[in-house]
């Protein structure tokens, strides 16, 4: 290293130093989901429970971020797009019992399509507009789910989890495998995101829409492709959850703490980057899992309204810039 | 679903009623959020906060609401000020308002609500007072007065923010900053004191409306969810900064949803506000009073 000089740049790398970091998400990715694959049989349930929770919130909190990070278009409505998703498996888990990754890919293109819709009637207008058009979406949606009888309505519906093959040694194995892939793929869709053109769009109508739109970027267009994308990764996020939990209500699947983590997590890590979400949700993820554990569940929604208001006011730049600040700081 | 003229006229008459009690709720955000910028979705949790202010006056020392009113309302304005301050020096100042002030307001929202479930519990709470019981009917028409005090201390409040805003110099003051902050700096007023100002008058009115609340019904700590649909929807529909137009579409909403729980039942309700406010947003965002 030391023999190079500044003006010859290395030739004989594997990977373009811009792919860099993208193949590196890969590359873990895949380790992980190999070894869990592989040695993951024997680990005890709990571990998984406490696992796939986190897993989920990385994969919401990367979505969130790509459209209120990059874009500066903040998202109340997580909850709605996730449950859209859970139901998208329950009504098909209730009517054809496809496979998961079916649901999956049906939950996406739902949840993407209500991205879509609210994106397309809102995004027009002021931003703030926008996050109370997800809140009401949210509502509209938990209000219908509640009056529909026939995925159990207000009361809730048990979904029976189908047989697993043998490759897994019980469900939630399959789960904590099938979500290490999803994480991969939406951290990978958030960087390709960041480092694309769209990336640069959305960083440009964050730091002044009116100035973006007079040199010529799309803003309505690029706001609509990461709303979509959001919504989708989100609604796959929720897609698996009725049968890691096996019984699902509306009170569950469109929880506030649902829509306030996925919030709090991309803003406590950093929303600059694709990994400020990921370092946020492991972050708070972790910190949940031991409160609960130690002292109650009301306890440790409370520490996160506390630490998201305590990272806004003192950091607001999350993590992410808290160690940008630090690097800075030193020669 | 079964229609009658008596069942229709007593709904809009209920309807319009408890529009009188929305205003006093939505009053607020059309002052915070139509005024002042500022996109306070905390608002209905300092309005649960008022409810359980009132219930621990009247647990503890035997307050009437009216009393609470005036010993907590004066509370809400100061309150309301210096919060606004914390906001202002966090958030406004460093033009960090629109992604980290409003994940700011959620989180407030958040830790006052599940702040509420863990000293309270998740229990219904209510008040007693002489007027909570009795109704009063002229004909058909039968209306209670714990929905008739609400809705009379709810258009008394309308008027007086109304009379404050465009009689004294401070309440113009601050419709100026709701139009341009800059010319209201370069005449000399500080916006910032006209803006603090108006947000603990916006807070003390979600006191008082939060004390109305536990006259109508008991409350629990989620409830002040279902009031970020109605007091958005309300502000929008009605112009965002329009004190007539928070009234007019007050009324336009209670009417609507007693209307829908009437003939259809009351879990189709919360839908009710947020349906408006798409509709709304989708066709008409600047709202039936909007310039």
Same mark, same amino acid.
């Given at each position: 290293?030391?023999?190079?000089?500044?003006?010859?740049?290395?030739?004989?790398?594997?990977?373009?130093?811009?792919?860099?970091?993208?193949?590196?998400?890969?590359?873990?990715?895949?380790?992980?989901?190999?070894?869990?694959?592989?040695?993951?049989?024997?680990?005890?349930?709990?571990?998984?429970?406490?696992?796939?929770?986190?897993?989920?919130?990385?994969?919401?909190?990367?979505?969130?971020?790509?459209?209120?990070?990059?874009?500066?278009?903040?998202?109340?409505?997580?909850?709605?797009?996730?449950?859209?998703?859970?139901?998208?498996?329950?009504?098909?888990?209730?009517?054809?019992?496809?496979?998961?990754?079916?649901?999956?890919?049906?939950?996406?293109?739902?949840?993407?399509?209500?991205?879509?819709?609210?994106?397309?009637?809102?995004?027009?207008?002021?931003?703030?507009?926008?996050?109370?058009?997800?809140?009401?979406?949210?509502?509209?949606?938990?209000?219908?789910?509640?009056?529909?009888?026939?995925?159990?309505?207000?009361?809730?519906?048990? @979904?029976?989890?189908?047989?697993?093959?043998? %490759? #897994?040694?019980?469900?939630?194995? +399959?789960? &904590?495998? !099938?979500?290490? /892939?999803?994480?991969?793929?939406?951290?990978?869709?958030?960087?390709?995101?960041?480092?694309?053109?769209?990336?640069?769009?959305?960083?440009?109508?964050?730091?002044?829409?009116?100035?973006?739109?007079?040199?010529?970027?799309?803003?309505?267009?690029?706001?609509?492709?990461?709303?979509?994308?959001?919504?989708?990764?989100?609604?796959?996020?929720?897609?698996?959850?009725?049968?890691?939990?096996?019984?699902?209500?509306?009170?569950?699947?469109?929880?506030?703490?649902?829509?306030?983590?996925?919030?709090?997590?991309?803003?406590?890590?950093?929303?600059?980057?694709?990994?400020?979400?990921?370092?946020?949700?492991?972050?708070?993820?972790?910190?949940?899992?031991?409160?609960? @554990?130690?002292?109650?569940?009301?306890?440790? %929604? #409370?520490?996160?309204?506390?630490? +998201?208001? &305590?990272? !806004?006011?003192? /950091?607001?730049?999350?993590?992410?810039?808290?160690?940008?600040?630090?690097?800075?700081?030193?020669? | 679903?079964?229609?009658?003229?008596?069942?229709?006229?007593?709904?809009?008459?209920?309807?319009?009623?408890?529009?009188?009690?929305?205003?006093?709720?939505?009053?607020?955000?059309?002052?915070?959020?139509?005024?002042?910028?500022?996109?306070?979705?905390?608002?209905?949790?300092?309005?649960?906060?008022?409810?359980?202010?009132?219930?621990?006056?009247?647990?503890?020392?035997?307050?009437?609401?009216?009393?609470?009113?005036?010993?907590?309302?004066?509370?809400?304005?100061?309150?309301?000020?210096?919060?606004?301050?914390?906001?202002?020096?966090?958030?406004?100042?460093?033009?960090?308002?629109?992604?980290?002030?409003?994940?700011?307001?959620?989180?407030?929202?958040?830790?006052?609500?599940?702040?509420?479930?863990?000293?309270?519990?998740?229990?219904?709470?209510?008040?007693?007072?002489?007027?909570?019981?009795?109704?009063?009917?002229?004909?058909?028409?039968?209306?209670?007065?714990?929905?008739?005090?609400?809705?009379?201390?709810?258009?008394?409040?309308?008027?007086?923010?109304?009379?404050?805003?465009?009689?004294?110099?401070?309440?113009?003051?601050?419709?100026?900053?709701?139009?341009?902050?800059?010319?209201?700096?370069?005449?000399?007023?500080?916006?910032?004191?006209?803006?603090?100002?108006?947000?603990?008058?916006?807070?003390?009115?979600?006191?008082?409306?939060?004390?109305?609340?536990?006259?109508?019904?008991?409350?629990?700590?989620?409830?002040?969810?279902?009031?970020?649909?109605?007091?958005?929807?309300?502000?929008?529909?009605?112009?965002?900064?329009?004190?007539?137009?928070?009234?007019?579409?007050?009324?336009?909403?209670?009417?609507?949803?007693?209307?829908?729980?009437?003939?259809?039942?009351?879990?189709?309700?919360?839908?009710?506000?947020?349906?408006?406010?798409?509709?709304?947003?989708?066709?008409?965002?600047?709202?039936?009073?909007?310039?």
């Amino acid at each position: 290293m030391s023999a190079q000089t500044a003006y010859e740049p290395r030739k004989s790398t594997l990977v373009p130093a811009r792919l860099r970091s993208g193949a590196a998400i890969a590359l873990v990715g895949t380790i992980l989901v190999a070894a869990t694959m592989l040695f993951g049989s024997g680990v005890s349930e709990y571990y998984y429970l406490a696992a796939y929770s986190i897993l989920q919130f990385i994969v919401l909190g990367t979505a969130w971020n790509i459209l209120g990070g990059y874009g500066g278009y903040v998202n109340f409505g997580t909850a709605g797009f996730f449950a859209a998703g859970c139901y998208t498996t329950i009504v098909l888990n209730k009517l054809f019992q496809l496979p998961l990754l079916v649901d999956m890919s049906a939950a996406a293109a739902i949840a993407g399509l209500m991205g879509f819709g609210t994106g397309y009637l809102t995004l027009r207008l002021r931003g703030v507009f926008f996050s109370i058009a997800t809140l009401a979406m949210a509502i509209v949606l938990q209000t219908v789910v509640i009056n529909w009888s026939f995925v159990g309505g207000g009361r809730g519906v048990y @979904v029976v989890r189908p047989e697993i093959s043998g %490759l #897994f040694a019980s469900y939630a194995h +399959l789960l &904590v495998t !099938l979500m290490i /892939a999803l994480a991969t793929c939406a951290v990978l869709a958030a960087w390709a995101v960041e480092k694309s053109w769209i990336g640069i769009g959305l960083a440009a109508i964050r730091d002044n829409e009116t100035a973006a739109e007079t040199s010529a970027v799309p803003s309505l267009r690029l706001k609509l492709i990461a709303a979509t994308m959001s919504g989708a990764l989100m609604g796959m996020a929720g897609a698996p959850f009725p049968y890691y939990v096996s019984y699902v209500d509306p009170a569950t699947a469109f929880s506030l703490a649902i829509a306030v983590n996925s919030i709090a997590m991309p803003l406590v890590g950093g929303t600059a980057t694709w990994w400020g979400p990921v370092v946020g949700a492991i972050l708070l993820g972790s910190v949940q899992q031991i409160l609960t @554990v130690t002292i109650s569940s009301a306890a440790n %929604l #409370f520490i996160v309204g506390v630490l +998201l208001v &305590v990272f !806004l006011t003192a /950091a607001p730049r999350g993590v992410v810039g808290v160690v940008r600040a630090w690097k800075r700081g030193r020669p | 679903m079964n229609f009658s003229w008596d069942l229709l006229v007593n709904a809009i008459i209920t309807g319009v009623v408890l529009g009188g009690f929305y205003a006093a709720a939505a009053i607020g955000i059309t002052i915070e959020f139509g005024m002042l910028d500022i996109v306070n979705i905390a608002h209905p949790a300092f309005m649960i906060v008022g409810a359980y202010l009132a219930y621990l006056g009247w647990n503890s020392f035997g307050f009437d609401p009216f009393v609470s009113m005036a010993v907590f309302a004066p509370f809400g304005l100061f309150f309301g000020r210096a919060f606004y301050r914390a906001y202002h020096f966090f958030f406004e100042r460093r033009g960090d308002e629109s992604l980290q002030g409003l994940a700011f307001f959620f989180g407030i929202l958040f830790i006052i609500e599940i702040g509420l479930v863990l000293i309270f519990g998740v229990d219904y709470r209510s008040v007693a007072a002489p007027y909570i019981g009795p109704t009063f009917g002229i004909g058909l028409i039968s209306v209670s007065w714990r929905m008739m005090v609400p809705f009379l201390v709810g258009l008394g409040m309308l008027a007086g923010i109304q009379l404050y805003l465009s009689r004294t110099f401070t309440g113009r003051t601050i419709l100026a900053v709701s139009q341009d902050v800059e010319a209201v700096r370069l005449v000399g007023a500080d916006p910032i004191r006209a803006k603090e100002i108006a947000f603990g008058i916006a807070t003390a009115s979600a006191i008082v409306a939060g004390i109305l609340l536990i006259i109508i019904q008991p409350v629990e700590p989620s409830i002040g969810r279902e009031y970020i649909g109605r007091t958005f929807a309300i502000c929008v529909l009605g112009g965002t900064a329009s004190v007539p137009g928070t009234l007019v579409a007050s009324l336009i909403l209670g009417v609507a949803e007693t209307l829908t729980t009437t003939f259809f039942g009351p879990s189709w309700s919360p839908a009710v506000s947020f349906g408006l406010l798409l509709v709304t947003l989708a066709f008409r965002p600047a709202g039936i009073f909007g310039r």
